[in-house]
C-alpha cells in the first residue's frame, strides 16, 4: 500500500502527538505537549495518511550543528513513529525516503538524530557517529589526582538555574564550536533544559545549579538533581547530572568536585557524557567511575560532495571512496576526496576505487569518532588500494571526540 505524505497543519497537531504517544507508550501532560508543540517545525513536520488516520509522523529540528573545523546546517530529525496497527506496512521507510529527499533539495548536507532503538536506522543510510558514557561514581571514592588543575581565582556559586539563564547561555554559546555534534540552542531548547514541573524531576528534586565565576566572569555550570534518600539512618543521596560544560580545565575539575562533595549524598549519576570528558582522567581511582557505554548521536551524510568538502581534516589525504547508497542516489558513486589543511576538494570521478563503503559508514565516520578502521576489520569497509583506510580513517579522526550532550 501507498500512504499519502504531507506536512501536518497546526490543527492536527493532536492526532501528531497521538501517534507519539502510542508509539512510543508515553503520556504527556497538557504543559509537555504545548511545550513539545511550540518547538514543532510544522513545515518540517511529515505525516503518512491511511485515510483520515495518521498513521506515521516524523519531523526535524532545524540546527547549526558543529562539525570538524567548522558548523554546518544540519537536519535534526525527531519523532519517528508509526501506529502499532501500521507496522511493517511499508510507512517508516517512506517516512525516512520522503524527508532525506526533502533535507537534500532544502541544501543540508546532513542529517542527525537520537535513535530510540540502535537497529532502526542502518537500514537508512544512518551511521554511528558519535558514543558517550554513563557514570556512576561513589563519592566517598572520588578523590582527584594531585595534578588534577586549580584555580584561586575561581568560586562556586549556588544559583537558582532561570535566575541565571543569561549565564549559561553564554558559557554553552562560548563552547558550542569546541566539540563536534553539539549544536546551537534555540530559545525553546533552553526552555526544555531549564524546565522543573513536577513531571520533569523523575522523582528527583528540584533542578539545582552551580556555577564556577570569577571576577572576570563565569567560566562553566553545573545543573543537577537530588534525591535524598536514607537507608538506617544514613544519608544515601543521589545526585543526577543534567549537565556540566566548562570553558577551561580548572573550571571543570572544580564543578566536578562541586557535584561529588555535595552533602548526604554518596552517589553522582551522571548520564551521557562524552567519552572522553576529562572526569576519566581526574579521578585518582578510575574504576569508581562504573562507566556504561551507549551508542548518541547517528548521522546521515545527505550530499556526499558539500559534506566531505565542508569539515576540516586532521592529517592530508587523496584517495577515491566509492559509496553504496540506496536511499540517496545522487551519492552513489566515486568520489575523490583530496584535503589538507588548507581545505578540502570533493569531485566525481571514473578512477578505479581505493576502497568502498557504505553511507552509514561515512556517517559514522564524518563527526571524527574514529571508527573506520575498525569497520574494515569488520568486513564492512572494502579497501582496494593497501593503506587507503588507515590514510582516510586518519584524516577524518578529530580530537575532542564528537557527542552532541543534549536529546532532541
Request: net charge negative; with cysteine.
Amino acid at each position: 500500500m501507498t500512504y499519502p505524505i504531507r506536512p501536518i497543519t497546526e490543527a492536527e497537531w493532536p492526532a501528531f502527538s497521538d501517534v507519539l504517544s502510542e508509539g512510543f507508550g508515553w503520556s504527556g501532560t497538557p504543559e509537555q505537549l504545548a511545550r513539545w508543540k511550540a518547538g514543532t517545525e510544522f513545515d518540517r513536520t511529515l505525516a503518512a495518511f491511511d485515510g483520515p488516520v495518521v498513521a506515521g509522523v516524523t519531523g526535524i529540528h532545524s540546527f547549526t550543528m558543529t562539525v570538524p573545523g567548522g558548523q554546518l546546517p544540519t537536519a535534526g530529525v525527531t519523532a519517528v513513529s508509526v501506529l502499532p496497527s501500521h507496522r511493517r506496512r511499508g510507512v517508516l521507510t517512506s517516512l525516512m525516503h520522503r524527508q532525506l529527499n526533502d533535507v537534500y533539495e532544502r541544501g543540508e548536507p546532513i542529517a542527525a538524530l537520537y535513535a530510540s532503538e540502535s537497529v532502526i536506522y542502518g537500514r537508512f543510510g544512518y551511521g554511528r557517529a558519535a558514543d558517550d558514557l554513563t557514570f556512576r561514581i561513589d563519592t566517598h571514592r572520588s578523590a582527584f589526582v594531585r595534578s588534577a588543575p586549580q584555580d584561586p581565582a575561581l568560586r562556586l556559586t549556588v544559583a537558582k538555574p532561570a535566575e541565571r539563564r543569561a549565564d549559561l547561555k553564554q558559557v554553552y554559546d562560548a563552547q558550542v564550536t569546541s566539540r563536534p555534534g553539539q549544536y546551537e540552542r534555540s530559545e525553546n531548547f533552553w526552555v526544555g533544559v531549564l524546565a522543573d514541573e513536577e513531571f520533569d524531576r523523575h522523582g528527583a528534586g528540584q533542578l539545582r545549579c552551580l556555577i564556577a565565576e570569577d571576577e572576570r566572569g563565569v567560566r562553566g555550570y553545573a545543573l543537577f538533581r537530588v534525591n535524598p534518600t536514607w537507608n538506617d539512618g544514613l544519608a544515601d543521596g543521589e545526585l543526577r547530572l543534567n549537565e556540566l560544560y566548562a570553558l577551561d580545565p580548572a573550571a571543570h575539575a572544580l564543578l566536578w568536585r562541586g557535584v561529588l562533595d555535595r552533602d548526604l549524598v554518596t552517589k553522582v549519576v551522571a548520564w551521557g557524557r562524552p567519552i572522553d570528558d576529562p572526569i576519566t582522567q581526574l579521578l585518582a581511582d578510575p574504576r569508581q567511575l562504573h562507566a556504561r557505554w551507549g551508542d548518541e548521536l547517528w548521522v546521515r551524510v545527505v550530499d556526499v560532495q558539500r559534506a566531505l568538502s565542508s569539515r576540516a581534516y586532521a592529517a592530508p589525504v587523496d584517495v577515491v571512496v566509492e559509496v553504496g547508497d540506496d536511499v540517496c542516489p545522487w551519492n552513489a558513486r566515486r568520489w575523490r576526496l583530496t584535503a589538507d589543511a588548507s581545505g578540502a576538494e570533493v569531485k566525481p570521478t571514473e578512477e578505479e576505487a581505493d576502497l568502498a563503503l557504505p553511507v552509514a559508514s561515512l556517517g559514522g565516520a564524518y563527526l571524527g569518532a574514529g571508527a573506520l578502521s575498525a569497520q574494515l576489520d569488520a568486513g564492512l569497509v572494502r579497501e582496494r588500494t593497501a593503506g587507503a583506510v588507515r590514510a582516510l580513517a586518519a584524516a577524518m579522526s578529530w580530537n575532542p571526540k564528537p557527542w552532541a550532550g543534549n536529546v532532541f
